[in-house]
């Protein structure tokens, strides 16, 4: 027997969404409160010294935390093909304008600190900012065209033909989507300053952090109410074969009101993700307003899992739906890689992801406790 048909296809597939939708949420879950402390860092800190003491709660760790980033985008160039080269290709500008602003929080942690100009190191806070803000914004964004649709197809020979542009993408449910985006990610790297730093800083996490946690909650609820009564879903109608080769075309589909909650529908369980989502910016809100430290970063994380974890739940098995022919919507059933190819890769995630996680973890350990004051003005020290 070929190992790699000790797994069937079908559950194959199924662990690769798994592991996909894992990977965005480690990602959002760890690289996602960078992202928010650089956009809460030129509110929350107000000296120079409080903005490095900001900064360096996460610069031990941010290039660590980006790691999942570049795993999701590996897993979907080798699990997804197809998803790779329409997302990649069709978001080509949306996609570059995230690569700049990320390229701006490595060049700004190692030159802010070079000089004592103020002109020069507010400019460097902006762009620390604009790292944070702008990928946050964006990410969300992309989910909010994805829920209604990408604008592609394909050619009889799988051709792919993408027919939007950037300010097609900026739509007002995208939008809705990419400020839930920036609020939830802010939310949670104000819960990492509350549990990192003390003082004044601290002080204003909370109040930035409590906000934040309440507008995830509006805003979470106002785009289901929108997704609702003002966004079609999308429905196979033809037979549905798990295991076949992976060609969109082979299936047909039709765009259906109400057809991302079909699966609440048919599996109440499923639920439980929404409602985490905003139990988990609640519980955010309350032990923030409580004085508490670890909860609201692990409530955080909680509320992260839940929002992120909906959307997925309410797509399957759809990946990337088109808004131009729904037929040519890729699906987990149809826009896979080969059976060998998703098992070799299974078999290696097996063995480098805890390598991962056990590092991580490990980093962690050796980083835990506060950055203060005193630690920034100390000339032995290596902060940035």
């Not at 992309?142 to 604008?151: D, E, I, R, T, Y």
């Not at 980093?363 to 000339?379: Q, S």
Request: hydrophobic share 55%; charged share 10%.
């Amino acid at each position: 027997m070929i190992l790699s048909q000790l797994i069937d296809y079908e559950i194959l597939r199924l662990i690769w969404w798994v592991l996909l939708g894992v990977l965005l949420i480690g990602f959002a879950a760890m690289d996602g409160f960078d992202l928010g402390v650089g956009t809460l860092l030129p509110f929350v800190a107000k000296t120079d010294v409080e903005r490095r003491v900001v900064i360096n709660t996460i610069g031990p760790v941010w290039e660590g935390n980006q790691v999942w980033l570049i795993l999701g985008g590996g897993a979907i160039f080798a699990a997804w093909p197809p998803l790779y080269a329409v997302s990649f290709s069709g978001f080509y500008l949306a996609m570059f304008i995230i690569l700049f602003a990320l390229i701006l929080r490595p060049v700004g942690f190692k030159y802010r600190s070079k000089k004592q100009s103020p002109q020069w190191r507010n400019g460097w806070d902006w762009a620390l900012f604009i790292g944070g803000f702008v990928p946050a914004l964006i990410f969300g964004v992309a989910v909010g065209n994805v829920l209604q649709g990408v604008p592609f197809r394909f050619s009889d020979h799988l051709q792919i033909f993408y027919e939007g542009n950037l300010f097609g993408l900026l739509n007002p449910f995208a939008l809705l989507c990419g400020l839930l985006s920036v609020v939830m990610l802010t939310m949670h790297g104000a819960a990492w300053l509350v549990l990192k730093t003390t003082g004044d800083i601290a002080n204003r996490a909370r109040s930035f952090g409590s906000v934040a946690a309440l507008l995830t909650i509006v805003f979470y609820v106002l785009a289901g109410i929108w997704m609702w009564y003002g966004i079609a879903g999308y429905r196979i109608t033809s037979e549905i074969v798990t295991d076949g080769p992976s060609n969109p075309l082979f299936k047909t589909a039709v765009l259906e009101h109400g057809a991302w909650f079909t699966n609440f529908s048919n599996y109440p369980i499923l639920l439980i993700a929404p409602v985490l989502g905003i139990l988990g910016a609640l519980s955010v809100l309350v032990a923030m307003r409580a004085g508490r430290e670890l909860m609201p970063l692990l409530m955080g994380k909680l509320s992260i899992f839940g929002i992120i974890s909906s959307v997925g739940v309410a797509m399957f098995p759809f990946i990337l739906p088109s808004s131009l022919d729904p037929s040519a919507s890729l699906t987990v059933w149809d826009s896979s890689s080969s059976q060998m190819t998703l098992f070799n890769m299974l078999v290696v995630t097996a063995i480098f992801l805890p390598l991962i996680l056990f590092y991580t973890s490990w980093v962690y350990k050796v980083l835990w406790g506060k950055v203060d004051k005193k630690m920034i003005e100390d000339d032995n020290s290596h902060a940035y």
